[in-house]
């Protein structure tokens, strides 16, 4: 029996074109975010697609997701984390984005948002993955020690984070075979990259994908384009 592939912050960017991918592709797919009457009448007639509310900043919220997803009774064969925030652009922090002068407040929320949601919908979701499942968590260079730059502190701690929360959930999980990644998409021309972005949304969600299907690889790495990364 196939199982669900639960996709976070699906109602657009990379977590929509993920979700899509996968539908396209058969498989069962939860679409989760935090507004989905904005996107259910447009999955409403895919008989794989489910589309369910969920904030991954509120306790209740994910706890009410998880036991949504006990209702659909089916495993989770993948779940991607792919919610998060990037709150340091130049308009909200009037050009200020260096730690030296950041709002701690707004680094605050960032790693509410993009670290310990994470935590969140793991703690919940985690008894419900079946054996060999796959944790695909969306990261990004930002949070990459080995070239740690200056600048958006918030956003850079966040996805450190997540890199960390993928290498103990690796060793913690590993006794039930379930493969956890983090990756980078790169530089997207998202909502949340912008215009001036490198890559296409195909490009950003490929190893996103990939990895949401694999069963024979490596858990506790970090990945952009199908290659390993340094931490």
């Not at 912008?194 to 190893?207: C, K, L, S």
Request: charged share 25%.
């Amino acid at each position: 029996m196939s199982g669900l592939f639960i996709v976070t912050g699906a109602n657009r960017g990379l977590g929509r074109a993920s979700a899509e991918k996968l539908l396209a592709s058969g498989k069962h797919v939860v679409l989760a975010c935090r507004q989905p009457e904005e996107i259910k009448d447009e999955f409403d007639n895919q008989t794989h697609a489910h589309v369910l509310p969920l904030d991954i900043t509120s306790d209740a919220s994910v706890k009410a997701f998880a036991e949504q997803i006990k209702k659909l009774d089916k495993p989770i064969e993948a779940l991607i984390n792919n919610a998060g925030v990037f709150l340091e652009t130049s308009k909200r922090t009037n050009n200020h984005t260096s730690l030296l002068e950041a709002d701690l407040k707004l680094i605050q929320q960032t790693i509410d948002t993009n670290t310990f949601g994470i935590i969140r919908v793991v703690q919940a979701l985690h008894s419900l993955l079946q054996k060999g499942a796959r944790i695909v968590n969306v990261a990004s260079g930002m949070g990459q020690l080995s070239e740690m730059e200056g600048g958006y502190p918030g956003y850079r701690l966040s996805k450190t984070g997540v890199n960390v929360l993928t290498r103990i959930l690796a060793d913690e999980l590993g006794e039930r075979g379930i493969i956890v990644s983090s990756v980078c998409p790169g530089w997207v021309k998202t909502d949340m990259g912008g215009p001036d972005a490198n890559r296409d949304i195909d490009q950003g969600i490929e190893t996103i994908v990939w990895l949401a299907l694999q069963i024979d690889i490596e858990s506790g790495l970090f990945w952009r384009d199908k290659e390993v990364l340094d931490w």
